[in-house]
Nanobody
Framework: VQLQASGGGLVQTGGSLRLSCAAS????????IGWFRQAPGKEREFIVA????????YYADSMKGRVTISRDNARNTVYLQMASLKAEDTAVYYC?????????????????WGQGTLVTVSS
């Protein structure tokens, strides 16, 4: 199982960034896909998830209104579009996958984690 996150980098405050997560090694459309992040010195936190069909999305308050998640099941890829970035959004962003039959636990307590991609927002 692989969840390859990419697209991180350095961006200025107020800027935008799109992260991608390419999945392999499992049946992609059996899984909800989500994103967590971990800022320096802080605990890992849930940001957003999308269900297996792409019809439902679940947002944490921390970035709600500033992120959009989408998935392309034909390409086994999920995208995270982030806007109006702030310095406090600086973190390693992790792509995760959870088996859809587990309901909300699929994205809150994922089965698989990717290696993360670093996003740095400069003020």
């Amino acid at each position: 199982v692989q969840l390859q996150a990419s697209g991180g980098g350095l961006v200025q405050t107020g800027g935008s960034l799109r992260l991608s997560c390419a999945a392999s090694g499992f049946t992609f459309d059996d899984y909800a896909i989500g994103w967590f992040r971990q800022a320096p010195g802080k605990e890992r936190e849930f940001i957003v998830a999308i269900n297996w069909t792409g019809a439902s999305r679940y947002y944490a308050d921390s970035m709600k209104g500033r992120v959009t998640i989408s998935r392309d099941n034909a390409r086994n890829t999920v995208y995270l579009q982030m806007a109006s970035l702030k310095a406090e959004d600086t973190a390693v962003y992790y792509c995760v996958a959870g088996l859809r039959q587990r309901g909300s636990n699929a994205y809150r307590f994922p089965d698989y984690w990717g290696q993360g991609t670093l996003v740095t927002v400069s003020s």
